[in-house]
Structures are given as C-alpha cells and as structure tokens.
T-cell receptor, first 111, second 114 residues
Framework: RKEVEQDPGPFNVPEGATVAFNCTYS??????FFWYRQDCRKEPKLLMS???SGNEDGRFTAQLNRASQYISLLIRDSKLSDSATYLC????????????FGKGTHLIIQP | DVKVTQSSRYLVKRTGEKVFLECVQD?????MFWYRQDPGLGLRLIYF???????EKGDIPEGYSVSREKKERFSLILESASTNQTSMYLC?????????????FGPGTRLTVL
C-alpha cells in the first residue's frame, strides 16, 4: 500500500489567522481524497471531500494538485474550536478499498 | 445521520484470550472496515468487507480475523490476544459508490492486553 505523508506539526496559530497544510500521496492512480478531523481520544470525522476542481465549505478550502500529487487544506479566520488533528485520506476509489491515512497534522489555535 | 456503533469503548483482556470486537452500522452500507490507530503510526487498515460473508485483508491482518454474517455487522476477532495488539480499534462503514467512498467511523474501542 502506497504512502500518504503529512507534516505532524504541531502548528501553533493565533486565533483569527489563516493556516494551511498539505498532504502528499505516492499512488498516482488515487481517485478519492478526503480531509478528516480528529479530536483527542475521539474518532475521525469527515471534514470534507476533495474534488478535482477544489471545494470550499465556509472557512475551509480544500485543493487537489494531481500533477504534484498533493492535497491541501486552508482554514481561514481560525477559531479555538479548530484545534484538532487533521488527517488526510486517499483511496484508489471506485469501490471498497480502505482509505490510506496520513498520520495527521496537529493544529493548536491559541487565544 | 450515519451511525456506527462499537460494542465497547474500553476493554481489558489477558494475553492469549480470544477477543471479539463488534461493530454495527444502521445505514445499510455495503462496505465495512476495521482499523487500528497507534501513536506515531496513525490509522492502519486491518480488514475490510464489501458484502456479507466477503472479506479482504488490509495492510496488517496478521493476528486478526473477521466475520460478516449480516450486512449491518462486522466483527473483528483476535484469536489469541497479545500485548502488541493493545491499541485503539476503529470500525468504519461506507456506501459502495463509484464517486468515492466516504467512510464514517464508530467511536472506537480502546483495547488493553495485559
């Protein structure tokens, strides 16, 4: 199974700032991409899927760069409640194959 | 809302015991998955199933088996628990669609093997 790499951080960011992090994947045939959020001692929860054209959901923007094989997550106007670990996940897609997860980026929003 | 439930939040077992972890989803999803999550290693896929009575090995199937007798239920079995199987175990389910396979996770079972 191919690798998915993330900077583990932690990223310490003041409240209200914009923060971005990337996730690289090695399997060029990957078709499906996701960002999950995981709070301490909780299960991962889907934050957003990542589409080829990029997508935005409120303060969150996800982008896919197939040529360079990475996905990115941008958080604008960060809130204290955004503090969490952000996992990227990649799948061959089209069926039942499990997701390959990065180890996560730990984000801490400071007041 | 998708709901994935796991039979126990915390479990303590002894080395050599047979352990059953149960997972149930209520959204008629075809696909179900078992992962373990360890500090520094992230989430790793143990087994998955895309239909009743079907199973596929993931990245780290050694020491585990699974059972899927009903669509909504996927069980993970540790035939003879060992201390290196102490971990957080997460079950997930997803629809089988061609457009991607968003997975929804249960709350996890934190297993300690003594």
């Amino acid at each position: 199974r191919k690798e998915v790499e993330q900077d583990p951080g932690p990223f310490n960011v003041p409240e209200g700032a914009t923060v971005a992090f990337n996730c690289t994947y090695s399997n060029s045939a990957s078709q499906s991409f996701f960002w999950y959020r995981q709070d301490c001692r909780k299960e991962p929860k889907l934050l957003m899927s990542v589409y080829s054209s990029g997508n935005e959901d409120g303060r969150f923007t996800a982008q896919l760069n197939r040529a360079s094989q990475y996905i990115s997550l941008l958080i604008r106007d960060s809130k204290l409640s955004d503090s969490a670990t952000y996992l990227c996940a990649v799948s061959p897609g089209g069926g039942a194959d499990g997701l390959t997860f990065g180890k996560g980026t730990h984000l801490i929003i400071q007041p | 809302d998708v709901k994935v439930t796991q039979s126990s939040r915390y479990l303590v077992k002894r080395t050599g015991e047979k352990v059953f972890l149960e997972c149930v989803q209520d959204m008629d999803h075809e696909n179900m998955f078992w992962y373990r999550q360890d500090p520094g290693l992230g989430l790793r896929l143990i087994y998955f199933s895309y239909d009743v009575k079907m199973k596929e090995k993931g990245d780290i199937p050694e020491g585990y088996s699974v059972s899927r007798e009903k669509k909504e239920r996927f069980s993970l079995i540790l035939e003879s628990a060992s201390t290196n199987q102490t971990s957080m175990y997460l079950c997930a389910s997803s629809l089988r669609t061609s457009g991607g396979d968003t997975q929804y996770f249960g709350p996890g079972t934190r297993l300690t093997v003594l």
